[in-house]
């Protein structure tokens, strides 16, 4: 599928229902929510804080902030089972510190919403050595993902949510994916094409396909005998900090026709409880509903690609984290 301007504007202005309106209640549920304490993240909290979760844990990369966003959410909502956790998602020993926490602390996990993302128009690189767009928005969250399978299958309908987005209907040629070590060539210092050459809007574009492809392919391994579901969200462009780094026109386009984050948050919350998505795996959501994803994912390359990614991403996470080839091995079908 391809997105036209006019559909993009449709969508903006779409009516979405409120959570509370079709939501279960969470009872003794565990929630973790990345990168909750600001924008989106923080929104989609208040709605599984309404819901009487067992847990609802926020992991944000900055204590504070993270404390602060779960006593306000507390006060906000009355619900007293929230907490704050630091997770960094471009910290390779960040993640392995939340994963073993969480190992020892709590061992179910019923849903996960990978919400931390970054757009970063400048090349910049972790302190893990990644190009920030490709190591936070993917790297970091199919780490966190596979570091979290163990918890989320000892639950009984669990669900993974992915935040992409519609921005990668807009890649600039994404054949350029399908291509072997993908990855390392987008974070090499010596780009030999167009698509590999750095460029901030785009990058972000790129990262929002890997979200799509991986989440949809992490899906087709997860095996029979489990019900995990694995979704990608769009949830429309929405006012956030997000663009916080982009040029100003960017960001007044933003405050024209942005949905607010708590609109936003709704499709993301909609992906992780909606009882009407019982069953359904590998889907791509938009606006609350399933969506057929860019013309290259569904394509025989954007196919190819994705296993190419999803191979090269086992291989990049499991030199830095061996318990991720673990993972892989133990818990996923090939
Ligand atoms: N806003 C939109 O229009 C839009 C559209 C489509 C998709 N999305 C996606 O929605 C998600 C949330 O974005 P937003 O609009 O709410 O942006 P935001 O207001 O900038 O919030 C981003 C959140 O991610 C956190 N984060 C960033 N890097 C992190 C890291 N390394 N480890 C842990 N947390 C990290 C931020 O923490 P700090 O506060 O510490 O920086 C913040 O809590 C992103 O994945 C974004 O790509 C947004």
């Known amino acids: 599928m391809k997105v036209t301007f006019s559909v993009f504007l449709r969508e903006q202005f779409a009516i979405l229902s409120k959570p509370a309106s079709y939501a279960p209640s969470l009872a003794g549920k565990t929630v973790v929510i990345t990168g909750a304490n600001v924008g989106l993240g923080f929104e989609a909290a ?3 804080a309404r819901l009487h979760p067992g847990r609802l844990i926020l992991a944000c990369r900055d204590p504070k902030k993270g404390k602060d966003a779960a006593d306000a959410i507390r006060r906000v909502t009355g619900c007293e089972n929230v907490e704050a956790c630091t997770l960094d998602i471009a910290s390779n020993a960040s993640l392995k510190a939340f994963a073993e926490k969480f190992a020892k602390e709590i061992g179910k996990l019923d849903i996960l919403v990978e919400n931390a993302g970054v757009n ?11 190009e920030k767009n490709i190591g936070i928005n993917h790297l970091g969250t ?8 163990p918890f989320l ?21 994404p054949e350029g994916l399908n291509q072997v070590d993908v990855l390392h060539r987008l974070n090499s210092d010596k780009q030999t ?3 590999e050459s750095f460029n901030g809007i785009q990058r972000y574009n790129v990262s929002k396909t890997l979200n799509v492809l991986w989440g949809e392919e992490l899906s087709k391994h997860i095996p029979s005998s489990s019900s995990l579901a694995v979704s990608t969200v769009n949830p429309g462009f929405c006012v956030s900090s997000l663009l916080r780094d982009q040029p100003f026109f960017l960001r007044v386009f933003n ?10 948050s709704r499709t993301i919350v909609h992906a992780a409880v909606a009882p009407a998505l019982q069953g359904k795996t590998g889907v791509y959501l938009s606006s609350c509903r399933i969506t057929e994803p860019s013309d290259f994912v569904i394509s025989k390359e954007g196919q190819e ?10 291989d990049i996470l499991g ?5 991720v080839t673990h993972v892989a091995d133990q818990y996923l079908s090939k």
């Open 305 to 314: 690609a994705e296993k190419k990614i999803w191979a090269e991403t086992l």
């Open 46 to 48: 208040q709605h599984p």
């Open 255 to 264: 405050h024209l026709v942005g949905r607010s984050t708590e609109v936003g």
């Open 120 to 130: 970063v128009p400048k090349m910049e690189r972790t302190d893990d050595g990644w």
């Open 193 to 195: 094409n167009k698509f």
């Open 142 to 149: 199919a780490h966190l993902a596979l570091r979290m399978l």
């Open 153 to 173: 299958l000892q639950a009984s309908q669990p669900r993974v949510v992915i935040l992409a987005s519609d921005v990668h209907y807009l890649t600039t040629d």
């Open 319 to 323: 030199q830095v984290d061996p318990e």
